[in-house]
């Protein structure tokens, strides 16, 4: 993981605050380096005003290193010195155009990019029709790549900078201006009331023209929707119209951006991902089974994800630190299921932590109190907090099924507790990490999933037979994240096909998965990242995402009630959940029947981080609004 400040502006440059420095360097703790260009604008066209002064223009480029593949640390922004072009990179490059990336993926990426535009540097004044060229080839690269990503490319021939995220939006990446002579783009946000800091949205790749490089209106038009923002002219050029173009179709004739407040585009519009499918399940289906064809491909999909994720994790019991491998574990069936697979990956000497939170709620605690009062028990014999949280229990049931189905492997229960005055010391550090999301339900998923990327907690001592303090030193972290979205694990899932059938469940699962990139992506990178972890979900890989899309949805989920399994290996128990019935048959496959009957529980409330103070406050509220 990364960390990347871009400014443009005028008259005096624009560096990093103390804090947000701080900051973008907890992301990338292994190196940090400031890259300054200056130059003075050309007025050539129409949209600089005739006669007018030159003015200077200031860029600023600052990049923090995680370092995680290769072997040295590869400082950032990578400068080419012949010409002038950088690159600052943050996430993973898996493959580009499907041939695997090997070594280091940023380095790989800044030669492809360079390669491509080399061909259109003519050594002269540079005319729109070569620029329009170099953007072209540009994009063939980074429409190309495979992976979880954002960056910002400065083309220096050209004098164009590039930015963006990946077609699912992965990784954070921020746009903002306090002034309409200034322009950043960051990781993380300085967290200013007087910045209007947005998530950069994941439909395209964001292209800023520089005053002396301006296309003409009539240009840019053609292809995308273009906007004057202050002194920049910025492009938006959509993912679809990348497609086409490395797929040599003409694109569309016209293209309309939606508004930056606008949470979603069409799919098919923006992505290089499937749509969803619609095909309604034929009178004959009977439901899904242990050994039906979608349960079989689903492991080979999850699996093949997992082995990419893991490529760099040392492959011997000495493992150093960066390589080092935990799990986000709630004990439930998304995330449990990777430990699941992992085991089939890796060697059985390799150790595997799984990080498991929970907090003292004092709403929680004060409720137990008064019941223990009511009952007249000794206070003193009140469990800890920590241990009736809900996923503490979900926690333990699922690892012992671990420790059952895969033996001869460590696998290290990390207990993190936090006690309430915890909580509140790091609140203004989580509040400013999640900006621009500003709300209760934010903030609650938010402390889960910091607290638990910091790994410091205590595992069980069977020699001590007590616990033991305990700091995880894995980098990279896995989640569960996003099966919820492709299989149907929501309440309002249901509740969308009890209201309007399979059409109702449908546009909410696209819906879902439409926002995931601005809702809950980008925040939960900034949270995690702060530690210098990064996490990698397997369920987002590009060609499980579209397998899960592709697949109808009676092969996903069973709200219709269908099910081959009744009364045959349940016993008694009538049938699995509905939701996310295919993972459920899976984990039941995998030896894990107490895992595939794992109800769903959202983050902040089987951690009890939700409602830590009585009243009648809700997810949706602003955090303004609670404390004022």
Known sequence: MCGIFFSCSIDKPIFPSEFLLDNLK??????????????????TTE???????????????????????GNAIVEQPLVDKDSGSLLCWNGEAWSLDEEPITGNDAQAVFNALLNSTAAFSPGREMQPSERELRVQAALRIIGGLAGPFSFVFYDAPSQQVFYGRDVIGRRS??????????????????????????EVEAYGIQ???????????????????????GFLFIDTILWSVIKHNRSEISPPASIKVPPSNQDTLDVAARTQISTINREMPPPSF????????????????????????????????????????????SGGLDCTLVARLVHDILPPDISIDLLNVAFENPRVVAAANTVATQNKQNPNSITSPYDKCPDRLTGCSSCAELLKICPGRIWRFVSVDVPYFETLTHRSQIVSLIHPHDTEMDLSIACALYF?????????????????????PARILLSGLGADELFGGYSRHAKAFARAGHGGILDELELDFQRLGKRNLGRDDRVISHWGKEARYPYLDENLVNWALERPLHEKCNFAGKSSIK??????????????????????????????????????????????????????????????
């Not at 949209?47 to 995680?68: D, G």
């Not at 306090?178 to 200013?192: A, H, K, T």
């Not at 520089?210 to 840019?220: D, G, I, N, R, V």
Request: charged letters at 20%; a positive charge; proline letters at 6%.
């Open 26 to 43: 907890r992301r990338g703790p292994d190196s940090v380096k400031v890259v300054q260009r200056t130059y003075q604008s050309i007025n």
């Open 452 to 472: 638990a990327a910091r790994g410091i907690g205590h595992v069980y001592d069977p020699v001590r037979k007590c616990p033991t303090a305990y700091t995880t």
């Open 207 to 229: 292209i800023i023209h520089l005053p002396a490089a301006f296309p003409s209106t009539e240009h840019s038009r053609c292809k995308t929707a273009a906007a004057i923002e």
């Open 47 to 69: 949209l600089v005003a005739e006669n007018s002064p030159a003015q200077t223009f200031h860029l600023v480029f600052v990049s923090t290193v995680l370092s995680l593949r």
């Open 173 to 198: 990446l921020l746009h903002s201006r306090s002034s309409p002579y200034d322009f950043v783009v960051s990781s993380i946000s300085e967290w200013s009331a007087s910045e209007n800091w947005t």
């Open 286 to 329: 009977r439901g899904l089974s242990l050994h039906s064809e979608p349960v079989n491909s689903l492991y080979e999909q999850l699996r093949a994800s997992l082995t990419l994720r893991m490529q760099n994790i040392a492959l011997s019991s000495k493992s150093t630190p960066r390589n080092h491998l935990a799990i986000l574990f």
């Open 567 to 628: 009364g045959v290996l349940i016993g008694d128990d009538p049938m699995l959940e509905p939701d996310k019935h295919i993972l459920r048959l899976l984990a039941w496959k995998l030896g894990m029947p107490g895992v595939a009957r794992e109800k769903k529980r959202a983050i902040q409330f089987g951690s009890r981080t939700a409602k830590m103070i009585a009243g009648r406050n809700s997810g949706t509220q602003t955090l303004e609004t609670i404390t004022s």
